[in-house]
């Protein structure tokens, strides 16, 4: 299957500081991902949808400010969470949509933020 | 609005089997997703259906009926490795995928 790589997979980082994510697609090129956040023992909650080479596309609620997406190449969106609190310490997931066949999405690893 | 619903925990024992539900309403219906996902980790894809069947792959089958709005996973055989929760998602008219909350289940030796 189609291989997404996330990165880092852990950041503890202090308030106010910007942290960036990385979200890769290793072996397709992936014109649109998602991204995700979620807190413990609760569901994926989608925040932005990133298209190549536009803006992305954010839920309702989800500051765009805060929470930049930017997707630059077919294979590469980053999401940098500025001026980070501790209320947006959370699991960040990428994913992204194969694009052919039947819509498939691959998810990275996940990306554990914890800020102090 | 648009809703998906699945138990919030179920409890099988090794060797078993388990089916868990998922039951939705969604405007449009572009293909239903389970995936699993262990705690502290992304999920992983287990399945896609567009079509009314069943589908198999190896332990784990998954169902659907597009006219009652339903699916289920199908868990053969479990091994305790098979704890996780279990996401049912559906990708509405507009290509969105509409998240279910998830299903706990856990396993008993």
């Known amino acids: 299957g189609a291989v997404v790589s996330q990165h880092p997979s852990r950041v503890i980082c202090k308030s106010g500081t910007s942290v960036k994510i990385e979200c890769r697609s290793l072996?397709?090129?992936?014109?649109?991902m998602f991204w995700y956040r979620q807190f413990p023992k609760q569901s994926l909650m989608l925040m932005a949808t990133?298209?190549?080479?536009?803006?992305?596309?954010?839920e309702q609620g989800v500051e765009k400010d805060k929470f930049l997406i930017n997707h630059a190449s077919l294979t590469l969106s980053t999401l940098t969470v500025t001026s980070a609190h501790p209320e947006d310490s959370s699991f960040y997931i990428c994913s992204a949509d194969v694009g052919t066949g039947p819509r498939k999405l691959f998810f990275g690893s996940g990306t554990q933020l914890s800020v102090l | 609005g648009q809703n998906i619903d699945q138990p919030t925990e179920m409890t099988a024992t090794e060797g078993a089997i388990v089916q868990i539900n998922c039951t939705y309403q969604t405007s449009g219906f572009n293909g239903l997703f389970w995936y699993q996902q262990h705690a502290g980790e992304a999920p992983t894809f287990l399945s896609y259906?567009?079509l009314d069947g069943l589908e198999e792959k190896g332990r784990f089958s998954s169902f659907l009926s597009r006219s009652k709005g339903y699916s289920y996973l199908l868990l053969k055989e479990l091994q305790m490795k098979d704890s996780a929760s279990y996401l049912c998602a559906v990708l509405d008219s507009n290509y969105q995928l509409i998240w279910g909350a998830g299903t706990k289940l856990i396993i008993k030796p």
């Open positions: 990133s298209n190549e080479g536009s803006k992305a596309t954010y």
């Open positions: 072996d397709f090129q992936a014109t649109t």
């Open positions: 259906n567009v």
